[in-house]
């Protein structure tokens, strides 16, 4: 059997540090996040940076790794960048308002393979990306 499919990365800022995630977020790999969130926030007491950019699945695990993981930060947890899936389960379970969508400027030198996270598109902007990418691809909602 595979190795998980979720890989984790943490890198150190000037404001705290930055968690890189990739793969696929759900029952068997939220542990893995959890834990990486929880030594990332009792670390110190800067930011930490969640960068779910390369995020290709969320399921509720996922969820609740990130609420639990908001709930313990004290609004030290900052989401910074995530992928258009991502972005669009957040909003759904109304999560996206209890992330923080600010951010402290990327580790100088980021992991290798890695590029500058991408800035937050404004809500708006979103719902219509995803719309036109569902009507192009054959789901028009109800």
Same mark, same amino acid.
């Given at each position: +059997?595979?190795?998980?499919?979720?890989?984790? @990365?943490? #890198?150190? =800022?000037?404001?705290? #540090?930055?968690?890189?995630?990739?793969?696929?977020?759900?029952?068997?790999?939220?542990?893995?996040?959890?834990?990486?969130?929880?030594?990332?926030?009792?670390?110190?007491?800067?930011?930490?940076?969640?960068?779910? &950019? %390369?995020? =290709?699945?969320?399921?509720?695990? !996922?969820?609740?790794?990130? @609420?639990?993981?908001?709930?313990? &930060?004290?609004? /030290?947890?900052?989401?910074?960048?995530? &992928? @258009? +899936?991502?972005?669009?389960?957040?909003?759904? &379970? !109304? +999560?996206? =308002?209890?992330?923080?969508? !600010?951010?402290?400027?990327?580790?100088? /030198?980021?992991?290798? !393979?890695?590029?500058?996270?991408?800035? @937050?598109? %404004?809500? +708006?902007?979103?719902?219509?990306?995803?719309?036109?990418?569902?009507? /192009?691809?054959?789901?028009?909602?109800?």
């Amino acid at each position: +059997m595979a190795g998980p499919a979720l890989q984790v @990365e943490t #890198v150190p =800022s000037r404001c705290g #540090v930055w968690v890189y995630v990739a793969g696929e977020l759900d029952l068997a790999t939220a542990g893995i996040l959890g834990q990486a969130l929880a030594d990332a926030l009792a670390g110190g007491t800067g930011h930490v940076d969640l960068d779910l &950019s %390369n995020v =290709s699945f969320l399921d509720c695990a !996922g969820l609740r790794t990130l @609420e639990r993981a908001d709930k313990a &930060s004290g609004q /030290r947890l900052r989401l910074v960048a995530a &992928s @258009e +899936m991502v972005r669009w389960i957040l909003r759904l &379970s !109304g +999560m996206q =308002s209890h992330l923080d969508a !600010g951010a402290c400027p990327p580790p100088a /030198r980021l992991p290798a !393979g890695k590029s500058a996270p991408s800035v @937050e598109r %404004n809500l +708006m902007s979103d719902i219509v990306g995803i719309t036109i990418h569902h009507r /192009r691809h054959g789901w028009h909602g109800s």
